[in-house]
């Protein structure tokens, strides 16, 4: 990928302290927008820790991690800003339908995680 593409910002994460991520399970939650990632947040409940730090993730921070076997779990507008350069490097993603929705309360992410090269 260019310079340019892993330069390209996907969305938001948070963070305690940097091996305390903000998660979905065991998925680090990438939202399109700081706005939207302060509202996942608030519908997760109260963290035991201090107020999480936001900060901007950007494709090849997301592609590192990926192939190191971390799970990502996107929203709609990071889903749509991520599926497109990843299609480019090769791997089999495409569009998802966001308009399902599951049982229950909650917001519908996409969960994504690659086999961690031996």
Do not use: W
């Not at 305690?16 to 608030?42: F, M």
């Not at 997760?44 to 936001?54: H, K, Q, V, Y």
């Amino acid at each position: 990928m260019s310079a340019a593409g892993d330069a390209k910002v996907i969305g938001y994460f948070a963070y305690a302290t940097p091996t305390d991520l903000v998660c979905d399970a065991d998925a680090c939650v990438i939202a399109g927008s700081e706005a939207d990632l302060r509202t996942y947040l608030s519908e997760l409940g109260p963290r035991d820790a201090e107020s999480p730090i936001l900060k901007k993730t950007r494709f090849g921070e997301i592609m590192r991690g990926l192939r190191l076997g971390a799970p990502y779990a996107f929203d709609e507008v990071a889903y749509n800003r991520f599926y497109p350069l990843a299609q480019r490097e090769g791997f089999d993603l495409g569009p998802e339908d966001f308009s399902a929705t599951g049982p229950g309360p909650g917001r519908h992410l996409v969960r994504v995680q690659f086999k961690a090269s031996s």
